[in-house]
Nanobody, 116 residues
């Protein structure tokens, strides 16, 4: 089964940018839907966005216009480009893929901290 590993998190100042990567251990050709969630301790998980083969990407209102998801099937990776970051974006970001029968796989998460 494909495994997912996120990277690229870190500390960034408000207004700055980060690009997160999600690398799959195998082909993502058959995984139509992949995307990102984020979570802050003590708060509910928040859907960030996704990218669907043949249908493009979709985003939560909270990040629309600032975040962009892209997909590189040749590299078995998806990315989350985050611009105009603010402290409310601080969270652990998780990559996911939707498999057959709506089963989901998850990465281990990467911490993003937005602070001056």
């Amino acid at each position: 089964q494909v495994q997912l590993v996120e990277s690229g998190g870190g500390l960034v100042q408000p207004g700055g940018s980060l690009r997160l990567s999600c690398a799959a251990s195998g082909s993502i050709f058959s995984i139509n839907v992949m995307g990102w969630y984020r979570q802050v301790p003590g708060k509910e998980r928040e859907w960030v966005g996704d990218i669907t083969s043949g249908e493009g990407s979709h985003y939560a209102d909270s990040v629309k216009g600032r975040f962009t998801i892209s997909r590189d099937n040749a590299k078995n990776m998806i990315f989350l480009q985050m611009n105009s970051l603010n402290p409310e974006d601080t969270a652990v970001y998780y990559c996911y893929g939707v498999l057959v029968r709506s089963n989901m796989i998850w990465g281990q998460g990467t911490q993003v901290t937005v602070s001056s």
